[in-house]
């Protein structure tokens, strides 16, 4: 089941889309995230960046995802930047790779930061990405 919503934050927008912990989804999170980033007037090559890392971040969590697990991910919107939470539960024992890996360069390269938790059966990994300034 895919479920969109969306809530009025203090000063953001917030929206939630949960969707099968399975890679023939992922293409619903990209649109939602270049939707989302042009809604800020990202340029299209930041908007382009920002749907690899996503897309990345989410191949990271699959792989250590439950077999029935919902992939959350979690947009917050600002008036100059987009955070985006994706979150997973995780089979025991269950590790990210490790920040000097090839994963992580390339979600440190494509955004403002990146950052990722696990525990508690659970792991969620973070990407704010700022638009440029000059718009």
Same mark, same amino acid.
């Given at each position: 089941m895919?479920?969109? !919503? $969306?809530q009025?934050?203090t000063d953001?927008?917030?929206v939630?889309? !949960?969707v *099968? &912990?399975?890679?023939g989804?992922? $293409?619903?999170?990209?649109t939602? !995230?270049? $939707?989302?980033?042009?809604?800020?007037?990202? &340029?299209?090559?930041?908007?382009?960046?920002l749907?690899?890392a996503?897309?990345?971040?989410c191949?990271?969590?699959?792989?250590i &995802?439950t077999?029935d &697990?919902?992939?959350e991910?979690?947009f917050?919107?600002?008036?100059d930047?987009?955070?985006?939470e994706? @979150?997973v *539960? !995780?089979?025991? $024992?269950? @590790?990210? *790779?490790?920040?000097s890996s090839f994963?992580w360069k390339?979600?440190?390269a494509? +955004? +403002?930061?990146?950052?990722?938790t696990?525990g508690?059966?659970?792991a969620t990994?973070?990407l704010?990405t700022r638009?440029?300034?000059g718009?």
């Open positions: 895919t479920q969109l !919503t $969306g009025a934050a953001d927008d917030v939630h889309l !949960t *099968p &912990a399975d890679g989804y992922l $293409g619903v999170l990209r939602a !995230t270049a $939707g989302l980033a042009a809604r800020l007037q990202f &340029a299209l090559d930041e908007i382009e960046d749907r690899i996503v897309d990345e971040a191949a990271m969590l699959l792989a &995802a077999s &697990a919902e992939l991910c979690r917050s919107v600002t008036e930047a987009l955070t985006v994706v @979150t *539960p !995780t089979v025991r $024992g269950a @590790t990210l *790779p490790a920040e994963a390339v979600l440190t494509l +955004t +403002t930061s990146a950052a990722a696990a508690d059966g659970r990994i973070s704010l638009r440029s300034t718009y």
